[in-house]
């Protein structure tokens, strides 16, 4: 019994904290986004958004949510005598919009940010990578659809292992490494990457603001 009970324990307690941490950062990017101050950005830091391939869905969600508040409170008043039940659906429906609305500013305030030394790969507050000038061989702008909408996925390609930072199951930027790095990323393990691939609402945007840097020759579309 005791031998069961403690696996058991050890996989839920870290999910539990990554759940708690998940929904503090939610919580804390809904205040950071709401008081609408400049992103900070250090000197010659350009920031590029990844918001506009999901922007339109996350709309559909909140709009909804917003419509069905009210409906709910009418339904659930005039049907469930239970008056605490009011409260209870109110409340769920209100934490549901604020988490959404949440989610939405945590992918705002954490853009992918392209500087002198290198390239910041963000999304949302779960994801954040620096790749100095240095060991990038290669920026390519393409367009890809991928067959899971997990945000992180990883593929072997041959010899090489690839790590995917997807947006509604895209991305439109190849990373080519000069060297096999590891990266701190949620279920893709601590084996060496030799490309990465993330998406940006303006690709061509990033490629320019990279060959600016002062290591643009090692920058190659």
């Known amino acids: 019994m005791t031998d069961t009970k403690t696996p058991t324990r050890a996989r839920v307690g870290p999910l539990l904290r990554r759940a708690a941490g998940a929904e503090a950062a939610t919580w804390r990017s809904l205040y950071v986004w709401a008081r609408r101050r400049p992103l900070p950005l250090g000197p010659g830091d350009e920031p590029f958004g990844y918001l506009g391939v999901v922007k339109p869905i996350l709309g559909i969600f909140i709009g909804l949510s917003v419509v069905e508040i009210p409906i709910f409170d009418v339904v659930v008043t005039h049907v469930v005598p239970w008056r605490p039940a009011r409260w209870i659906v109110l409340g769920l429906g209100i934490w549901g919009l604020l988490w959404m609305i949440g989610l939405f500013a945590s992918m705002t305030i954490h853009p992918h940010v392209v500087g002198d030394r290198g390239l910041r790969v963000r999304l949302s507050w779960g994801v954040d990578i620096w790749i100095p000038w240095t060991d990038v061989e290669a920026l390519r702008k393409r367009y890809r659809s991928l067959p899971s909408s997990r945000s992180v996925q990883v593929e072997q390609e041959g010899d090489r292992r690839v790590v995917s930072i997807s947006v509604g199951s895209q991305t439109s930027i190849d990373v080519l490494l000069r060297r096999p790095l590891t990266f701190d990323l949620p279920k893709a393990g601590s084996t060496p990457v030799n490309e990465l691939r ?24």
């Open 198 to 221: 993330l998406y940006a609402d303006d690709p061509d945007g990033l490629l320019r603001s990279a060959r600016g840097t002062p290591v643009n020759q090692t920058v190659s579309r």
